[in-house]
């Protein structure tokens, strides 16, 4: 059986940068390092740093680090997060993704546009996401989050919108939201676009297209929680209808490899390389 793992999948920079602080900052204190949520939406790879002496706190744990080391992830933070981590005498390691923290402040520049004219700002993504939390609360005014066509009922399209994407979202649906919301718009109501979606993921998903069709089965390593993860198992799935999603070797079917030949092996942008090595390893014991 041939077992190949996808060049292109993998940690993308944002998280690759996040993994290195927070494993410099762990070398570097010798001690306990505090991170603000998962450092990276996958279990495996969070367990491995917590045996290295990272702990997952939440925004209510935050009265109780005074003096300790809190670590910001790739998602970013609204401002409010280091206005509390300042009063509360916390120390910030900041990770957040460079192409994140330019997104929030074109929000932040939407918003002041829209102020003038008494338009609105709408963003394409998963409501609760880390990322999606502090994208909306850099500012006092409310963002409207959309996922799906369906949630663009909210808006109202007899005043200008400013459109702009989480990071991580597909990029086929929020070109297909664009072609809608410019249908459903009122005359002299104007629409600014900004596909504000990170290319280093979005030109994944060609690439993984032609991945996937390569092989008779597809092995997706991610973690559940990752939105990244949701999006590109999808775009698996749609290539090759055998593509299934697994966190980790453990999660393998017997039944998933019945007269196969070849198996391709990929993963989100929050899933590690060594996570995947070790998966197409498992298979190439097991079958």
Not at 239 to 248: F, G, L, M, P, T
Request: glycine share 8%; aromatic share 6%; proline share 2%.
């Amino acid at each position: 059986m041939l077992v190949e793992i996808d060049k292109n999948s993998g940690f993308c920079f944002g998280v690759v940068r996040a993994i290195t602080k927070a494993e410099a900052a762990l070398k570097e204190l010798g001690g306990e390092v505090c991170s603000l949520g998962d450092i990276v939406h996958n279990r495996v790879e969070v367990q491995r740093l917590e045996r290295m002496g990272l702990r997952t706190v939440t925004h209510s744990d935050m009265p109780e680090l005074q003096g300790r080391h809190l670590f910001i992830r790739a998602h970013g933070e609204p401002p409010s997060t280091y206005r509390m981590a300042e009063e509360y005498g916390i120390n910030v390691i900041d990770a957040t993704c460079p192409v994140v923290a330019q997104l929030q402040r074109k929000v932040v520049e939407a918003h002041k546009a829209m102020r003038e004219v008494g338009g609105s700002v709408v963003i394409l993504g998963k409501r609760g996401h880390a990322e999606v939390v502090g994208l909306t609360g850099q500012v006092a005014e409310p963002t409207i989050v959309v996922e799906s066509e369906a949630d663009l009922d909210q808006v109202d399209f007899s005043r200008p919108v400013f459109f702009l994407s989480q990071t991580t979202q597909s990029i086929g649906l929020f070109h297909r939201l664009v072609y809608v919301m410019r249908e459903r718009l009122s005359s002299g109501a104007t629409l600014t676009v900004d596909d504000t979606i990170c290319r280093r993921v979005s030109n994944r998903e060609m690439a993984l297209v032609e991945f996937a069709q390569r092989f008779d089965v597809v092995i997706f390593v991610s973690g559940r929680k990752s939105s990244n993860g949701k999006v590109l198992f999808e775009v698996c799935r749609g290539a090759n209808v055998r593509s299934y999603q697994v966190e980790d070797e453990s999660e393998l079917c017997d039944e998933w490899f019945g007269e196969c030949a070849s198996v391709g092996i990929c993963g989100a942008t929050s899933t590690p390389a060594w996570l995947m090595e070790q998966v197409a390893e498992a298979i190439r014991a097991r079958y």
